[in-house]
């Protein structure tokens, strides 16, 4: 049984838009600091958006800024990434991870060497 199992890719047009979910098998990955990283071919992979444990705050790349929004349901143990106007830059193959606990979610949510789990990945093609 996969611990992280992400869905909701495709291909869409610029402009478009996708929701990302990410569902949990265990109850306390559900609730930790949860990052949605990419991986562009050909390039390192990167942290797209945030949600830390309580869902009290979130943190997001730069460049996804006002068009991504990260949230969680915890009575579906579920992260979702929603993503609108979306360019061709974005994209990717999308991973869900989950942040170590020995790790603060605000100060290592994007840093891959924090992540404890991750999952296998959900691809999103964006055309022009």
């Known amino acids: 049984q996969e611990e992280l199992v992400e869905s909701g890719g495709g291909s869409v047009q610029a402009g478009g838009s996708l929701r990302l979910s990410c569902a949990a098998s265990r109850y306390t990955d559900a609730r930790r600091c949860v990052t949605w990283f990419r991986q562009a071919p050909g390039k390192e992979r990167e942290g797209v958006a945030a949600?830390?444990?309580?869902?009290?705050?979130?943190y997001y790349l730069d460049s996804v800024k006002g068009r991504f929004t990260i949230s969680r349901d915890n009575a579906k143990d579920t992260v979702y990434l929603q993503m609108d106007s979306l360019k061709p830059e974005d994209t990717a193959l999308y991973y869900c991870?989950?942040?170590?606990?020995?790790?603060?979610?605000?100060?290592?949510?994007?840093?891959?060497?924090?992540?404890?789990?991750w999952g296998q990945g959900t691809r999103v093609t964006v055309s022009s």
């Open positions: 949600i830390s444990p309580g869902n009290a705050n979130t």
């Open positions: 991870a989950v942040v170590s606990p020995t790790y603060v979610c605000g100060l290592a949510w994007s840093r891959t060497d924090a992540i404890m789990r």
